[in-house]
């Protein structure tokens, strides 16, 4: 059996820009959701979860619910959330193509250990 060649994550990967009518186009996904679970009402470093579309119905008062799907880690585990604040970040890129990311800060209620 031939072994593989594994340098670096990946030998061939996408180029950062492709040019597609003459315009630089930067190769991102072109919309975001960050989520992150509020610690003491403040924003954390880091999201718990990033969405890779845009949620627009995530707005300040919505309440939704976040299922736990990480193994061994009490998978199952239904936790009711409410959104508290948002951040709209519109990135802009060289030519005419950018990026949007939503930054959604959430209250959790219930064991939210598994967020840790």
Same mark, same amino acid.
Do not use: C
């Given at each position: 059996? +031939?072994? !593989?060649?594994? /340098?670096? !994550? &990946?030998?061939?990967?996408? #180029?950062?820009?492709?040019?597609?009518?003459?315009?630089?186009?930067?190769?991102?996904? =072109? +919309?975001?959701?960050?989520?992150?679970?509020?610690?003491?009402?403040?924003? #954390?470093?880091? #999201?718990?979860?990033? $969405?890779?579309?845009?949620?627009?119905?995530?707005? @300040?008062? %919505? =309440?939704? @619910?976040? $299922?736990?799907?990480? #193994?061994?880690? &009490?998978?199952?585990?239904?936790?009711?959330?409410?959104?508290?604040?948002?951040? %709209?970040?519109?990135?802009?890129?060289?030519?005419?193509?950018?990026?949007? !990311?939503?930054? %959604?800060? %959430?209250?959790?209620?219930? =064991?939210? /250990?598994?967020?840790?």
């Amino acid at each position: 059996m +031939a072994r !593989r060649h594994l /340098s670096g !994550r &990946n030998a061939k990967q996408i #180029p950062k820009i492709v040019e597609i009518a003459g315009q630089p186009i930067p190769v991102v996904k =072109d +919309a975001a959701t960050e989520i992150y679970v509020a610690e003491n009402g403040e924003w #954390p470093r880091r #999201p718990l979860t990033t $969405l890779l579309v845009d949620m627009p119905w995530m707005e @300040e008062g %919505v =309440d939704f @619910e976040m $299922l736990n799907l990480i #193994p061994g880690n &009490n998978m199952g585990a239904r936790i009711e959330a409410r959104v508290i604040e948002i951040k %709209v970040i519109v990135e802009v890129h060289e030519g005419k193509y950018g990026q949007v !990311r939503r930054k %959604v800060l %959430v209250e959790a209620e219930g =064991d939210t /250990s598994f967020f840790a």
